[in-house]
């Protein structure tokens, strides 16, 4: 069931999802070379709580920490850790979740740090112009998959894949909520776009194959072929004059 959100919920949306905003232009002044992910996972954290957050990834199905912060060819949930050091030439995405009065927000972002390769480069600019992509496509009257379908083609016309065991997704008073939103597929399929539907939108996208697996420590998600992967997120929302994105600084 799909909940769409009344004015009032998405008043506090924008909070929650401006301190989303906030804390990841907080964390790219820290994003050096020789800092550690579990640093950066601390000092987000403490970013969220004193805007008033609550980091909406902690405690989900036991995640360990406050951020998601994956590396190079791990594609989404890296646990942060103090002995994984970000060094320069690294593909790094960090994914923030906050919870705040009642309703979460969530978005990600991936940099490169100093100089990266003309692959990784391409990579993240491909990866958030297909979040674009499918924005564009996210107004009433059109359907769910019309948003999926311009994000995959647009992600495969530039040379690259698009994860699919991974999805976007409705979000609200849950994290996760109806409907699922795929980064690929058929366009004109599923639910009509209405005003108050709130989703986030995070296209994840693949160097080489499309397929990844799970390390070991239950969590870690990594392309199959390591390559290098990005993602890019923001929670967004339809409204009568076309999509709002509400995780933007
Ligand atoms: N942005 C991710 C998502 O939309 C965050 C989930 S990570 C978890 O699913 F650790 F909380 F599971
Ligand atoms: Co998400």
Known sequence: MIILKSPRELEIMRTANKIVAETHAFLTEHLVPGIS???????????????????????????PAALCISINEEVVHGIPSKSRIIEEGDLVSIDIGVYYDGFHGDAARSYGIGRISEEAERLLKVTRESFFKGLEEAFIGNRLTDISHAIQKYAEGNGF?????????????????????????????????????????????????????????????????????????????????????????
């Open 37 to 63: 992910t579990a640093e950066l996972d601390r000092l987000g954290e403490e970013f969220i709580r004193k805007a008033g957050g609550v980091p909406s990834f902690k405690g989900y199905h036991g995640y």
């Open 161 to 249: 894949s698009v994860v699919r065991d991974y999805v976007g997704h409705g979000i609200g008073r849950k994290m996760h909520e109806d409907p699922q939103v795929p980064n690929f597929g058929k366009p004109n399929r599923g639910p009509l776009l209405k005003a108050g539907m709130t989703l986030a939108i995070e296209p994840m996208l693949n160097a080489g194959t499309y397929q990844v697996k799970t390390l070991d420590d239950g969590w870690t998600v990594v392309t199959r072929d390591g390559s290098l992967s990005a993602h890019y997120e923001n929670t967004i929302a339809i409204t009568e004059n076309g999509p709002e994105i509400l995780s933007k600084i």
